[in-house]
């Protein structure tokens, strides 16, 4: 087998693979990338038995067959080649030959048949979904999920397509994220599905801020996102996610509005004296003014103050300060919603405007 590849075709679908590649996986096969050529196109294909991705490179290749190689070596080949340089790939036995110009490397290559691959299954529903808007939609929640929580269902995000809605959902017990979009939905039937971390973490890197559509199917035991040439499949946590609408307070009758950046330096500021340990905050509302305060364990102490839009009772409630700060950071409105209806409530923290996303801190014991 003979083929030739212009580097431009093959290091951006490398790149696009490499991502998957654990640097000690379980089987020495998950290390490789499998190259599958047919006439009209060749397919990469990289996986660690959770997530696989699939690219292909179209073309007139005039061959047929399948090969694997070391993944990591072959981007870095590509990466070190000039632009536009064109790169043969050869097979002889069990060696994959790379040639280039005057460079020259051979690579072992494992059996393409020991290949796992993954079999998503029946489709149950299908949408499109611009990839800025679902890129966004994971970002605004993907931050709460938890890690290596032993309830491993929090260890993903959810998301529920339901009658023109997709929302999506995180939560690691302390807090919670949620944000909904409108679909082109075709059926009023629910569905929910948990992807678990590293599948979230990866379409994060590898959808654009673009208004290109991207297909998502939903089956199942996988999801499956279609952009363009790639194919994104990720196995999902098989478990029962917790009923997260039994955590989300009611608008308190006086909510906070305060300017977001100002709030955001404001705890920032306090949070200078807290420790990795040690994240408490205790916020103090007062008519028109919120305070942020932070004793640490060396007795230090850290109080900072900022003018809101408040006219309820006077209030005092411990936080997570980081939890806050995350909350408070990726609302993109000027202005940001407190709603603390008392000092066991959780803190709802919304956009000044619109409900589409909600996130949830619960306060802490100071």
Do not use: W
């Amino acid at each position: 087998m003979n083929i030739t590849l212009n580097r431009e075709q093959l290091l951006p679908a490398l790149s696009d693979l490499n991502g998957v590649v654990e640097s000690r996986p379980a089987l020495a096969i998950l290390a490789n990338v499998l190259i599958n050529i047919s006439p009209q196109e060749i397919r990469l294909t990289t996986t660690d038995m959770e997530v696989e991705l699939s690219e292909a490179i179209p073309g007139e290749f005039g061959e047929v067959g399948e090969i694997t190689v070391p993944a990591r070596k072959i981007l870095d080949i590509c990466r070190a080649l000039p632009e536009a340089a064109e790169i043969a790939l050869t097979v002889e036995d069990e060696r994959v030959n790379v040639a280039s110009g005057r460079s020259r490397f051979s690579l072992l290559s494992l059996p393409a048949q020991e290949f796992p691959r993954v079999e998503p299954g029946q489709t149950d529903i299908s949408f499109s979904l611009s990839q800025a808007v679902f890129k966004s939609l994971l970002e605004r929640t993907a931050f709460a999920m938890a890690r290596q929580d032993v309830r491993y269902y929090l260890n993903g995000v959810l998301l529920e397509a339901e009658a023109g809605r997709l929302r999506a959902v995180a939560t690691d017990g302390h807090r919670l994220a949620l944000c909904e979009v409108d679909i082109a939905f075709p059926t009023e039937e629910k569905k929910q599905l948990i992807m678990p971390r590293k599948g979230v973490m990866e379409l994060l890197r590898l959808l654009h801020d673009s208004e290109d559509e991207v297909e998502i199917v939903m089956s199942g035991n996988h999801i499956r996102i279609v952009r363009g040439d790639l194919i994104f499949t990720s196995k999902l946590i098989d478990g029962k996610y917790p009923d997260y609408n039994r955590v989300i307070p009611a608008l308190a009758q006086q909510p906070v509005l305060a300017q977001r950046e100002t709030l955001k330096r404001s705890l920032g500021r306090a949070s200078i004296l807290s420790t990795d340990k040690y994240r408490g905050v205790k916020i103090t509302l007062e008519a028109d003014k919120l305070s942020a305060n932070v004793h640490n364990p060396e007795q230090e102490q850290a109080e900072d103050e900022i003018d809101v839009e408040y006219s309820g009772e006077k209030l005092e409630v411990g936080f997570n300060v980081s939890y806050l700060l995350d909350a408070v950071s990726i609302i993109q409105t000027d202005k940001v919603k407190l709603s603390i209806s008392s000092p066991k409530s959780g803190c709802l923290v919304l956009p000044e405007e619109g409900e589409e996303c909600k996130y949830i801190v619960m306060p802490l014991m100071l």
